[in-house]
């Protein structure tokens, strides 16, 4: 791994994590997933360490993600398997991280998604900023919310996160802290005081010296949401946001019809098995097994192509509209199994 796409710091107390790979948004290869368990392994028993503190040198973004395209290029040569891995570590962190015996602290400031939620979010302490920008938008590409956020989503109020989920909406600090994706929120230009103070004070006590930020817009309130998205399926969902004559919903009809329909349904599913499921751990488990099922799939190619490659955001799904998605086959991704698991949880192991 280049040693710069991570620095790592310890000063007083404070153990820090600063993702360097600006250019990628700090999208996260297996390199630097293995790097950053790593070195949280070795921190836990550090009595020298007593916070850590996960971070981001650009001010765009805390962590976009994966590296997409990196997976690809894995599953176009090695296959599926070997595509999931990077998940799979991934998720295995998110476990680490959520169980981790000292203080996590986490600065999601600037965009946090799909696997910066699986970084940022199972923090004990999450702080957000004005220029916070978080979201699962795996739908666009044909999979479906991961690394711990079918979770977080799972226990937002009412059926906010249902919707989230769906259509891969963005949440502002004010959205986020109610959905249950941060904890805290600080004006950016904060974050390098808070950092300093870490250094010498408990997480706690710096985390509750901080003053109340006024509230962003965070969109339609729980009962409008549940109006629509109280439904038995994705097709009646669609149905009620095409009668809706609110913005919002017709903002959310347009994300839905570019959404891949196989992987709206198999997202539905998932978002309501795992209000089912007792922890954490268990919905990491679900999740990899429904990616690893995905990735088999031809719209996950698809999908990284038009959105990321090409960039024409024309993909050809398959199916190519939600009436023929086969139930059937989404039956199979839920109740499918990938080849390996994910040994959890990792409270006492060494991640691998």
């Given at each position: 791994?280049d040693?710069?796409?991570i620095?790592i710091?310890?000063?007083?107390?404070?153990?820090?994590?600063?993702?360097?790979?600006p250019?990628?948004l700090?999208?996260?290869?297996?390199d630097m997933?293995?790097?950053?368990?790593?070195?949280?392994?070795?921190?836990?028993?550090?009595p020298?360490?007593?916070?850590?503190?996960?971070?981001?040198?650009?001010?765009?973004?805390?962590?976009?993600?994966?590296?997409?395209?990196?997976?690809?290029?894995r599953?176009?040569t090695?296959?599926?398997m070997?595509a999931?891995?990077?998940?799979?570590?991934?998720?295995?962190?998110?476990?680490?991280?959520?169980?981790?015996?000292?203080?996590?602290?986490?600065?999601?400031?600037?965009?946090a998604?799909?696997?910066?939620?699986g970084?940022?979010g199972?923090?004990?302490?999450?702080?957000?900023?004005e220029?916070?920008?978080?979201?699962?938008p795996?739908?666009?590409?044909?999979?479906?919310?991961?690394?711990?956020?079918?979770?977080?989503?799972?226990?937002?109020?009412?059926?906010?996160?249902?919707?989230?989920?769906?259509?891969?909406?963005?949440?502002?600090?004010?959205?986020a802290l109610?959905?249950?994706?941060a904890?805290?929120?600080?004006?950016?230009?904060?974050?390098?005081?808070?950092?300093?103070?870490?250094?010498?004070?408990?997480?706690g006590?710096?985390v509750?010296?901080?003053?109340?930020?006024?509230?962003?817009?965070?969109?339609?309130?729980?009962?409008?949401?549940?109006a629509?998205?109280?439904?038995p399926?994705v097709?009646?969902?669609?149905?009620?946001?095409?009668?809706?004559p609110?913005?919002?919903?017709?903002?959310?009809?347009?994300?839905l019809?570019r959404?891949?329909?196989?992987?709206?349904?198999?997202?539905?599913?998932?978002?309501?098995?795992?209000?089912?499921?007792p922890?954490l751990d268990?919905v990491?488990?679900?999740?990899?097994?429904l990616?690893?099922?995905l990735l088999?799939?031809?719209d996950?190619?698809?999908?990284?192509?038009a959105?990321?490659?090409?960039k024409?955001?024309?993909?050809?799904?398959?199916?190519?509209?939600?009436?023929?998605?086969?139930?059937r086959?989404?039956?199979?991704?839920?109740q499918?199994?990938?080849?390996?698991?994910?040994?959890?949880?990792?409270?006492?192991?060494v991640?691998?």
């Amino acid at each position: 791994m280049d040693p710069e796409l991570i620095h790592i710091r310890h000063t007083g107390g404070l153990g820090r994590i600063t993702l360097n790979r600006p250019g990628a948004l700090n999208a996260l290869n297996i390199d630097m997933i293995t790097h950053i368990t790593a070195r949280l392994q070795a921190w836990r028993h550090d009595p020298a360490i007593t916070t850590v503190l996960l971070d981001s040198t650009s001010l765009r973004a805390f962590c976009a993600g994966g590296d997409i395209r990196a997976i690809l290029r894995r599953l176009e040569t090695d296959g599926p398997m070997a595509a999931a891995e990077p998940f799979r570590r991934t998720y295995r962190l998110a476990s680490l991280l959520a169980g981790y015996p000292k203080p996590v602290v986490s600065f999601m400031d600037g965009i946090a998604m799909g696997g910066g939620i699986g970084l940022g979010g199972h923090a004990r302490y999450r702080i957000v900023t004005e220029r916070s920008c978080l979201a699962m938008p795996e739908t666009g590409i044909a999979l479906t919310p991961d690394a711990g956020g079918s979770y977080l989503l799972s226990r937002a109020p009412g059926l906010s996160g249902l919707r989230l989920a769906l259509t891969g909406g963005y949440m502002n600090a004010t959205a986020a802290l109610d959905a249950g994706f941060a904890d805290r929120q600080a004006h950016s230009s904060m974050l390098d005081t808070l950092a300093d103070a870490l250094i010498h004070q408990p997480a706690g006590r710096v985390v509750d010296s901080l003053p109340p930020c006024p509230a962003l817009p965070s969109g339609p309130d729980i009962a409008d949401i549940a109006a629509v998205y109280d439904a038995p399926d994705v097709p009646q969902i669609m149905r009620r946001l095409h009668a809706h004559p609110a913005e919002w919903a017709q903002a959310d009809l347009m994300a839905l019809n570019r959404a891949s329909p196989f992987s709206l349904y198999v997202t539905f599913a998932a978002y309501h098995a795992a209000r089912r499921l007792p922890d954490l751990d268990s919905v990491l488990e679900q999740e990899f097994h429904l990616i690893y099922h995905l990735l088999r799939r031809p719209d996950f190619a698809e999908g990284v192509r038009a959105r990321l490659i090409d960039k024409d955001n024309a993909p050809r799904w398959t199916p190519d509209n939600p009436a023929a998605v086969s139930t059937r086959e989404v039956t199979d991704c839920m109740q499918g199994r990938a080849p390996v698991s994910l040994d959890l949880p990792l409270r006492d192991a060494v991640t691998q």
